[in-house]
């Protein structure tokens, strides 16, 4: 059974930066994706950043050029550097590990909120 766990999040001024975790534990595979999705107040939940071994990297548009991922294979952790970021940023952040059949494992989930 695969549980995931975030860390980092936080309170932070526009421009600034904020680096999240995510631990994980259980059976994991690298060729499935692991990253991360936010979702603000009134807003869907959408995609920040994927990794795996076989698709890559995958960005929400509005996280390229900002944010990075990586992603340690061996010790089944994800992180997320986070740039030069706004108010817009603002979200719960989860951590999430994707497997066929649209069957999904979520973090419980880090505030991040922005200050202008």
């Known amino acids: 059974q695969v549980q995931l766990v975030e860390s980092g999040g936080g309170l932070v001024q526009a421009g600034g930066s904020l680096r999240l975790s995510c631990m994980a534990s259980g059976r994991m595979f690298d060729f499935r994706p692991m990253g991360w999705y936010r979702q603000a107040p009134g807003k869907q939940r959408e995609l920040v950043a994927t990794v795996s071994t076989i698709d890559g990297t995958k960005y929400g548009n509005f996280a390229r050029g900002r944010f990075a991922i990586s992603r340690d294979y061996d010790k089944k952790t994800v992180s997320l550097q986070m740039n030069r970021l706004t108010p817009d940023d603002t979200a719960v952040y989860y951590c999430?590990?994707?497997?066929?059949?649209?069957?999904?494992?979520w973090g419980p989930g880090t505030q991040v909120t922005v200050s202008s």
């Open positions: 999430n590990y994707n497997l066929p059949a649209d069957v999904d494992y």
